[in-house]
């Protein structure tokens, strides 16, 4: 039984047990109990559409009532005899949520018709009356319980008037998630698409994403997500209460969003995902999040860090809090809590897997917009939260929330998980060189963690780099008063001299899946004396998270001569015909260089990411974009391999385009040089700026990603 007959069927029980006589209401389909108060109602409107157009929740539709809280919402009335008379009438109502409903657990409220409606309170009064209509206006407070609520009128008896939804509201300054900028809120409640960053430090690319947060059957997804999440289902009344909590919410969701612990949403897999869609197909969260609730809350497979994070925040934005998708590129996995990552190589330049912690090449959270009244002022605003699996926090796979704030002050013993979030932004890389015979030498090298922190601009499809929002300027007093802070010993250490040989790994421009080209180690001798050295330069296919794959380039000069002050650039060619069986969907070569000088024994070691780049995909929009009006979108990819496609696929889908579905256009194979061609057809239901998102798969070219913004007329 999903959340919605659930629920009806309670609150049924509840006006049964009165044992009242019953009349059919008939717009809302639920009983009117008829007693001896003055007013005999026939039946209550909800005013759907209006509401829901005021409360800024229309897109869901306008077949039920979903209003925010903190702002009234009207109903009327409409009486079978009789008329309300000011100062004589007097009725009061009941709104509960919940499985069992209790005043002392703010689920359950009573409250009398007043002259006016209260902001702060559950509270209705009289808008206007004539003749056989009464119109109310009613109003929740800003810190109520969000969730499904009953509305029941008491005259003597008990009226049934219906049911709404209550969510969230961040235009209302007594609400803890109030966002004051109107543009922030479009973006970051109201926007159901974006973009999210990937790809390397150095090569940063992007994908556009479907939130689709008021697509048909999202927001009921979203509620079930709370009603199956395993606090619920061992304490109900206690989960119901704390609701009203944006900081609660966030953490549950955070926790549901994977399946580690519970019945969550998504199974996360970084390596062969041939049981399930690879992370990287989605296109959106729609699909996901009406998966996992039409089959039985069963975990959908499969997501990586962007789907976990986008899926978090398709559910937070359509309970009504701001929040956004944030990139951090070389972000660190401290799985010790000592702000140390530490990597291990073979005197060949091979990584040694010795611990857990890990470099990855990006890693995806959100951020959710609240205030902070558990800490102490000055940390409200963008708290961090992080649903992709990877450390229990109080025994449970989830993370956050944690103010922004807060890491960049470096306020570790702040709720929730300040230490591992600090360590993404902070940690220290250290590397070991272990030789044959087990000893083992420190590597001179140098990598900062936590660069470029990324989040799409307000309005804008543009990146917007965030990173001094967690971090001071490096070498800054205030960083270094942080790491003090922090007990941060290692950042705290003063650097040791530079060698006299510096190496570095250079790339050219345009590295494009298919082709073939040249990668550089350069090293520089900074001495008045020639060196002699052995460098190892080796290329191995990646993925994002940092594991390795198999080798597609190798060099090993064992006597290589560098004269005095020069420099040196040793190429290493990439041929298309090794790499292409060698690198995964996440177009990644991870490159490393190891230099060994015989004289002083020093070693240095230098590492980077390189992403190769998919081909276009050319979208064309054939016709007028109108409301309710079918549309047409050609959509071409040019194969740029040496060889034929095989099993193409384009798999389109787009808020409010596609009826909240994926169109699928497959082509058998396309030729080297030609294009894969496809047109698909979509009627758009509401007006506006869209996004048209689509993915390209096949047998050699996998999940490349394009979009198209469409402004929908009137």
């Not at 008037?161 to 479009?186: A, Q, R, T």
């Not at 102490?376 to 103010?403: L, N």
């Amino acid at each position: 039984m999903n959340g919605t007959n659930s629920t009806a069927t309670t609150l049924s029980c509840k006006v049964q047990k009165q044992q009242p006589t019953v009349v059919q209401n008939k717009q809302l389909n639920h009983p009117r109990i008829t007693t001896m108060a003055a007013l005999d109602i026939e039946r209550c409107e909800l005013e759907c559409e209006i509401n829901n157009f005021g409360h800024r929740t229309y897109l869901n539709g306008r077949d039920r009532l979903i209003v925010r809280r903190g702002q009234p919402f009207t109903i009327t009335l409409h009486l079978r005899s009789g008329q309300f008379q000011p100062g004589v009438t007097t009725f009061s109502f009941v709104a509960e949520t919940g499985p069992c409903p209790c005043e002392s657990a703010g689920t359950k409220t009573e409250f009398s018709l007043s002259g006016a409606v209260d902001l702060n309170q559950w509270s209705a009064a009289v808008s206007c009356h004539s003749g056989n209509t009464v119109s109310l206006s009613i109003c929740s407070p800003p810190d109520a319980r969000i969730g499904r609520y009953s509305l029941t009128m008491t005259q003597g008896g008990s009226t049934r008037l219906g049911d709404f939804i209550l969510l969230f509201n961040p235009w209302c300054p007594g609400d803890s998630v109030y966002m004051e900028d109107e543009e922030e809120l479009k973006e970051y409640v109201l926007t159901q698409d974006g973009l999210i960053f990937r790809g390397t430090e150095k090569h940063i690319t992007h994908c556009a994403w479907n939130f689709g947060q008021f697509e048909p059957g999202i927001l009921d997804a979203c509620l079930q997500l709370l009603d199956m999440n395993p606090k619920y289902l061992s304490n109900a009344d206690q989960d119901c209460s704390k609701r009203n909590d944006p900081i609660y919410v966030s953490r549950v969701v955070s926790a549901m969003i994977n399946c580690n612990d519970d019945k969550g949403v998504l199974a996360g897999n970084w390596g062969d995902c041939s049981d399930g869609v690879s992370p990287m197909s989605w296109n959106g969260s729609v699909e996901i999040l009406r998966n996992w609730s039409g089959l039985a809350c069963q975990p959908v497979k499969y997501g990586q860090c962007w789907v976990f994070a986008a899926v978090s925040c398709t559910v937070l934005r359509a309970l009504g809090i701001p929040s956004r998708v944030v990139t951090n590129f070389l972000s660190a996995h401290d799985s010790n809590s000592n702000l140390i990552i530490e990597r291990y190589y073979d005197e060949n330049g091979t990584i040694i897997k010795k611990t857990r912690d890990s470099i990855w090449n990006f890693h995806c959270w959100v951020e959710s917009w609240m205030t902070r009244p558990d800490l102490k002022p000055g940390f409200d605003g963008w708290q961090a939260s992080d649903p992709t699996p990877q450390e229990r926090s109080e025994g449970v796979f989830c993370c956050g929330p944690i103010s922004v704030k807060a890491i960049k002050e470096g306020e570790l013993t702040f709720k929730y998980d300040a230490p591992f979030v600090f360590a993404e932004v902070n940690a220290d890389v250290v590397c070991w060189m272990q030789r044959k015979d087990g000893s083992q030498e420190k590597l001179s090298f140098f990598n900062r963690v936590g660069q470029r922190i990324s989040t799409k601009s307000v309005g804008k499809d543009v990146r917007e780099d965030i990173t001094h929002l967690y971090k001071y300027p490096e070498g800054s007093e205030e960083e270094r008063h942080v790491f003090e802070k922090a007990n941060h010993q290692n950042k705290l250490l003063k650097p040791k001299p530079a060698p006299g040989l510096h190496l570095k790994i250079k790339v050219t421009e345009g590295m494009r899946n298919g082709c073939d080209f040249d990668v550089y180690a350069v090293v520089t001798n900074n001495t008045p004396k020639p060196k002699l050295c052995r460098l190892m330069f080796c290329a191995r296919a990646a993925r994002y998270n940092s594991t390795v794959g198999e080798e597609c380039g190798m060099k090993d000069l064992l006597n290589m001569q560098i004269p005095p002050n020069e420099e040196k650039q040793i190429p290493l060619r990439l041929n298309y015909s090794k790499y292409c069986e060698a690198i995964t969907e996440d177009n990644l070569i991870k490159l490393v260089a190891l230099l060994i000088d015989y004289e002083t024994k020093d070693a240095m070691l230098a590492v980077r990411d390189i992403y190769l780049e998919n081909p276009e995909i050319k979208i064309k929009i054939l016709g007028e974009p109108k409301q309710d009006r079918q549309l047409a979108a050609e959509i071409t990819l040019k194969n740029p391999l040496s060889e034929p496609l095989q099993g193409c696929l384009f798999c389109v889908e787009g808020a409010n385009l596609t009826d909240g579905k994926a169109i699928q256009e497959p082509i058998a194979s396309v030729s080297p040089g030609q294009e894969a061609k496809v047109k698909v057809y979509f009627t758009p239901k509401q007006s506006g700026l869209r996004k048209l998102v689509v993915d390209f798969n096949s047998n050699k070219l996998r999940d490349v990603k394009g979009y198209r913004n469409i402004i929908i007329g009137k």
